[in-house]
Nanobody, 126 residues
Framework: QVQVVESGGGSVQAGGSLRLSCAASGRPFSSLSMGWFRQAPGKEREFVAA????????SYVDSVKGRFTISRENAKNTVYLQMNSLNPEDSASYYCAVVIGAWRGGSWSTDAVDYWGKGTLVTVSS
């Protein structure tokens, strides 16, 4: 069992920045691929970004490339999502995702995720 806890959500004006954090415990963190999804009201949960257990490999949805950066600190069992140049379309609940096993690359499906956090809300006003 893996426990996943997000933090760092909040409200920001368009053009602003936020950093989300996700702490995972219960398994060796360095063996976990980590990712972020988001879900806006009335919409399906969508993949945002992912990072391999080494931190060397990353993947992003096209809409956030160049604005969001995913990173991890294995010594702190934590993964981050730095979000810059936010716009109202980025408003959503953001969920940390854990995948056990080999790095999948590309865009993750929700079916591929083994564990989820409860989410943290990001609101971007225009």
């Amino acid at each position: 069992q893996v426990q996943v806890v997000e933090s760092g959500g909040g409200s920001v004006q368009a053009g602003g920045s936020l950093r989300l954090s996700c702490a995972a415990s219960g398994r060796p963190f360095s063996s976990l691929s980590m990712g972020w999804f988001r879900q806006a009201p009335g919409k399906e949960r969508e993949f945002v970004a992912a990072i391999s257990w080494t931190g060397v490999r990353t993947s992003y949805v096209d809409s956030v490339k160049g604005r969001f950066t995913i990173s991890r600190e294995n010594a702190k069992n934590t993964v981050y999502l730095q979000m810059n140049s936010l716009n109202p379309e980025d408003s959503a609940s953001y969920y940390c995702a854990v995948v056990i096993g080999a790095w999948r690359g590309g865009s993750w499906s929700t079916d591929a995720v083994d564990y989820w956090g409860k989410g943290t809300l990001v609101t971007v006003s225009s």
